[in-house]
């Protein structure tokens, strides 16, 4: 049976009798502004390309389910994870970090690894990263942070001098720089890779009672790297080959999957506990705090559309179901703010009416009104105001979070928890890390760092040696410095160290 041919219309369902040529006065032209087709076309290719994220605009996505494995009433309350076997459906993205849209999925970067899971109580999304720290923090630092990962003012190139100056301001930056430049700075694809919500969250059950936890998505595929020779040849050969190997793989029905196990402590675990558990440069170390299975993530569906889903997705951690809260981790407050501020910028004020957005367990019962793009009815003739007398929707007290204590002066206060940021990286490097993963952890150091000025190698080379000497001796070396010269620059003070290393010195 031959299947009778569609015909082409306008947007608006208008026959289009020829697509070839435009509209013309004679056959030589010129065009005439009565092209109604013509214009159409050329108005809509002219807006086709939105921003790009700011961070993490080159990325891959697909669809799936979430999976609960145990019982974990105890601790929340949230529904979807209310019984064993439940299953939720899911949207995830994967990303690099610092790229622009058109760069290299082999770039050295940390990965974005965002969920949202469309529950009966809501959209809950969950957003994250490969590794389980960051770079600072603090949020006053994020945009400086950005900049110097991404292109010169002057030169719009990548410029190490600005990258390599900035960390080597930021000790506390030490822990994800000896990851990222590790050989899990550069996952062989999305599918061998772990996840992390990095953040602290909160759960608490029915009974009001709350426990901090942090999410590990492990992957079921095992952890597979690229290294640093790998990684620059697939970025000349094949720059988006982790975002065609994700697509390959959900499409011969191999459906990636990630076992999630959670780390948690109760409030008064949290209060002895030898580490800030709000710091998001800190691991908790699974010695102390042993992970719990829960579920089980699996991405079985394709997007139909890439702009339609993985472009336009937007992920915002302020987006929580009654069960589960953010903490007081002031890097996870700010992006609270700034997720949803970056989408009402890039998608529009309406973003959440987007169907890879909205709810799909649930519906927007809201006053919001309104506002570009707004293609439904808009909440017809009813209320846009709260308190009414009309039926409109009203809050639910119960589905608020239990309070906990917070006490201080406001003020902008340093950072004072009594722990170092170099114990950590260095047990890593110690302790974790085996012979081979020291020697190419040094070799990606050394390619990168040896093209900052000498000033910056040599702080930077300081905070490596007060992770632990051997760090530091061995990238000194690489890069030809004066091994005496790095330890007593580590022997300083952060502003010693600054004022040590001006323009001038070292060069």
Known sequence: MTKEKD??????????????????????????MQDAHLLEKLGHFDRERI???????????????????????????????????KRTEVFARFSTVGGEKGSADAARDPRGFAIKFYTEEGNYDLVGNNTPVF???????????????????????????????????????????????????TPATYR??????????????????????????????????????????????DPDHATRDLYEAIARGDYPSWTLEMQILTPEQAKDFRWDIFDITKVWPHGE??????????????PENYFAEVEQ????PGNTVPGIAVSPDKMLQARVFSYHDTHLHRLGPNYHLI???????????????????????????????????????????????????????AGRHPYAFPNDDFVQPGDLYRKVMTEMDREHLIGNIVDHLGHAVKRIQMRQTAIFFKAD???????????????????????????????????????
Request: charged residues 20%; proline residues 8%; aromatic residues 10%.
């Open 7 to 32: 015909t082409l219309t306008t947007a608006f369902g208008i026959p289009v009798a020829e697509d070839q040529n435009s509209l013309t006065a004679g056959p030589r032209g010129p065009v005439l």
């Open 51 to 85: 921003p790009e994220r700011v961070v993490h605009a080159k990325g891959a996505g697909a669809g799936g389910y979430f999976e609960v494995t145990a019982d974990v009433t105890r601790y929340t309350k949230a529904k979807f994870l209310s019984q064993v076997g």
């Open 135 to 185: 770079f600072i923090r603090d949020p006053l630092k994020f945009p400086d942070f950005i900049h110097t990962q991404k292109r010169h003012p002057a030169t719009n190139c990548k410029d190490a001098n600005m990258f390599w100056d900035f960390l080597s301001l930021t000790p506390e930056s030490i822990h994800q720089v000896t990851i990222l430049f590790s050989d899990r700075g």
């Open 192 to 237: 061998n890779m772990n996840g992390y919500s990095s953040h602290t969250y909160k759960w608490y059950n029915a009974a009001g009672d709350y426990v901090w936890v942090q999410y590990h998505f492990k992957t079921d595929q095992g952890i597979k790297n690229l290294s640093r020779q790998e990684a620059e040849g697939l970025s000349g050969s």
């Open 289 to 302: 705090v042993p992970p719990i299975k829960v579920g089980k993530l699996v991405l079985n569906r394709n």
């Open 313 to 316: 997705a937007a992920f915002g």
């Open 355 to 409: 169907p890879v957005n909205s709810p799909k367990g649930a519906k927007e019962k809201s006053y919001q009104r309104d506002g570009f793009m707004r293609v439904d009815a808009g909440g017809g003739g009813g209320p846009n105001y709260w308190p009414n007398s009309f039926g409109g929707p009203a809050p639910d007290p119960g589905a608020g979070e239990p309070p906990f204590e917070i006490a201080g002066p």
């Open 469 to 507: 000497p051997d760090y530091g001796r061995r990238v000194a070396a690489g890069l030809g410095l004066d091994i005496a010269a790095v330890e007593r620059l580590a022997a300083m003070s952060a502003e010693e160290r600054a004022g040590a290393t001006q323009p001038g010195t070292f060069n």
